[in-house]
């Protein structure tokens, strides 16, 4: 059965059936956010402005502009906006003249006369992802007041700093080596203080809101999704800080290497799935130990009674300890590519121990890479294990190093535990 074009031209087409399909979307959206601001008005007992069928009305618009335009003049789209512009500056000033000052309301009717034009040209998914932003944004005014009604000005202090260094600084420096042992990258090394001092502002703030108990532990638990290593920094310096978070803090720190564990597999699965045969069940019995451990000391906090309001935060960002952190990290880069240029391939067992001293992402992808081609399986798997476990050893010093007497003594139980299932399965690949 031939389609019915409703539009067709060089560059946009459209049939009667997307236009249908598009037309609900477009409907879909000005009802989802009209019911939102309808149902804020009703408990705010304020006089509404926009509801449900205004909404409506204002997505069709947009919707029904965009095609006029493609069949007449773009200035169709152009005056439909202009028009709704002109209806929300009136309204606004009415607004302003009751006293009543505020124009979420105003800036939503205007952006959902854009969705409408946007539905129409087929941008479904972008369109339905800027509505649900729309929505969630519209629906949490009151928990964002109560948020901002609760930060304090260090607070508000640390977060500018931190904008100033990932969003003024950061993309500034290069990205390329600029020694002569092109080793070291300014946006690589970069990249690790943001991570480092973002990471303790999160959880900063997530202890602050959410408590410490939930607040570490999903910091813990996101952080292991980046580098279990950065992890293990940031809340041992965290414990010796506030020793009162040890055990919070050993939590997410074991929380975190069982996520990295998690990426381990998931690398290998991507680059050389084959790889992942012999090497699943130590790793498994690895995450197990992880898991296990990660989750036996959570209980036993929760058995310890506590008051959150009676632990003090520590400071929301600490740049002097992520700018020390991404110099470690910058000479550590320096050893591993002494390392790799001295033993070579024939030494991968000595480079893989050497590179898991930041983490073990990278060494896991070129590892894998390699299996089956210049390395064997075999060889290729115990290397892959020998830096986790080395890696393991890593995290136990900084912990030591950097962590409280309390934390030392949960992470040398956990981590112990860890290594421990890594030997067990370096003996399980090699019998």
Known sequence: MEETFIIQTDTFQLTQWEFFVRMLVACGIGFVIGLEREHSYIRSKEEIFAGVRTFVFVVLLGFLSTLLSFIFNDWVLIAG????????????????????????????????????????????????????IMVVLLSVKVTLRSIIDRITQDEMYAFIQFVVLALLLFPFLPNRTIDPWEIFNPREVG??????????????????????????????IVGGLVSSTVVTWVFSKKSKEVPELSLNSAVAILAASTIMIVRVMVWITIFKPPLLGDLFLPLLIMLLAGLGTAIYFHYKHEKIDHDDEDIPLGEP??????????????????????????????????????????????????????????????????????????????????????GSKSLRRYILIGYGIIFIAGIIGFFIINS
Request: hydrophobic letters at 55%; aromatic letters at 10%.
């Open 81 to 132: 906006f202009l028009g709704v512009i002109a209806m929300v500056g009136i309204s606004y000033w009415i607004s302003g003249h009751k006293g009543q000052i505020g124009g979420t309301t105003e800036f939503a009717i205007l952006l959902s006369f854009l969705l409408g034009a946007t539905t129409l040209l087929g941008h479904l998914e972008a369109s339905l992802a800027l509505t649900v």
């Open 191 to 220: 990249w690790v203080i943001v991570l480092t001092s973002g990471l303790g502002f999160v959880g900063y703030m997530l202890m602050k809101f959410l408590g410490s108990d939930k607040g570490i532990l999903l910091t813990g």
């Open 317 to 402: 960002l600490n740049l002097r300890e992520a700018i020390f952190f991404g110099v470690m990290y910058t000479a550590i880069l320096f050893i591993v590519s002494y390392a790799n240029e001295q033993f070579g391939s024939k030494g991968i067992y000595i480079s893989s121990a050497i590179a898991s001293l930041t983490d073990i992402d990278a060494i896991s992808i070129s590892v894998s890479k390699l299996a089956g081609d210049t390395i064997d399986f075999l060889t290729a798997q115990n290397a892959i294990l020998l830096a986790t476990l080395c890696n393991t050893i890593i995290k136990i010093g900084i912990a030591v190093w950097a």
